[in-house]
């Protein structure tokens, strides 16, 4: 279930940074287990007269009801929210998936929230990364490049700052190796989009 993030208004922008920056997951498809929560849990111990604090987690529903994950909206270029029920699994779709069927199938923009009046909640899930062999050559010859990047140049100026063109990552025959590789080097290399340097 996708919730519009501008139904919060300007205070929810300001409620939030980023677990995770916006990005595509170049394989197939990503699989995550719904979102789990964690909050320390403090006991205070008798050993000094400090009364030192020992943290251990303790489980804690989702604080705002959702699992933290948006999405930028293809068509619409609006920031969503997804909702998920406890125990579902969220699929997104990878570039990889987007090249090898033509768009039929499309990947997701997305990034990961983080309340910043929470500081010590921990978010948890598990993810499968399925991807094409590392040996698949990928022919985009008539892949729709212009389309893919025109929904690129569409997202929003401080996110699309961040994101590489996929033109730019992908070459006909390439294979799924060397497309990995180009697309982490290009975000998070000494020089990408995504450097902490």
């Known amino acids: 279930k996708m919730q519009k993030n501008?139904?919060?208004g300007r205070s929810f922008e300001e409620c939030f940074d980023l677990w995770q920056k916006w990005h595509y997951d170049?394989?197939?498809f990503t699989v995550l287990t719904n979102p789990m929560f964690i909050r320390p849990k403090c006991d205070q111990t008798e050993d000094t007269e400090d009364s030192c604090v020992k943290f251990c987690g303790s489980e804690s529903p989702s604080p705002s009801g959702h699992t933290y994950l948006q999405?930028?909206?293809?068509?619409?270029?609006?920031?969503?929210?997804?909702?998920a029920p406890p125990e579902s699994f969220i699929l997104q779709v990878g570039e990889s998936a987007d090249i090898l069927s033509k768009r039929n199938l499309q990947s997701t923009l997305h990034s990961v929230l983080r309340p910043i009046n929470l500081k010590d909640l921990s978010r948890e899930t598990f993810v499968v990364f399925l991807h094409p062999a590392w040996s698949r050559v990928f022919d985009i010859s008539d892949y729709p490049m212009e389309q893919y990047e025109k929904n690129s140049r569409t997202a929003r100026d401080g996110i699309r700052k961040i994101i590489p063109p996929l033109s730019s990552r992908?070459?006909?025959?390439m294979t799924f190796a060397e497309f990995s590789r180009e697309?982490?080097?290009?975000?998070?290399?000494?020089?990408?989009?995504?450097?902490?340097?």
């Open 71 to 83: 999405i930028l909206h293809p068509n619409k270029n609006s920031i969503c929210i997804i909702k």
């Open 170 to 173: 992908l070459k006909s025959g």
């Open 183 to 197: 697309t982490t080097r290009q975000y998070y290399g000494g020089n990408g989009l995504q450097s902490n340097r």
């Open 6 to 8: 501008n139904d919060y």
């Open 26 to 28: 170049y394989g197939t």
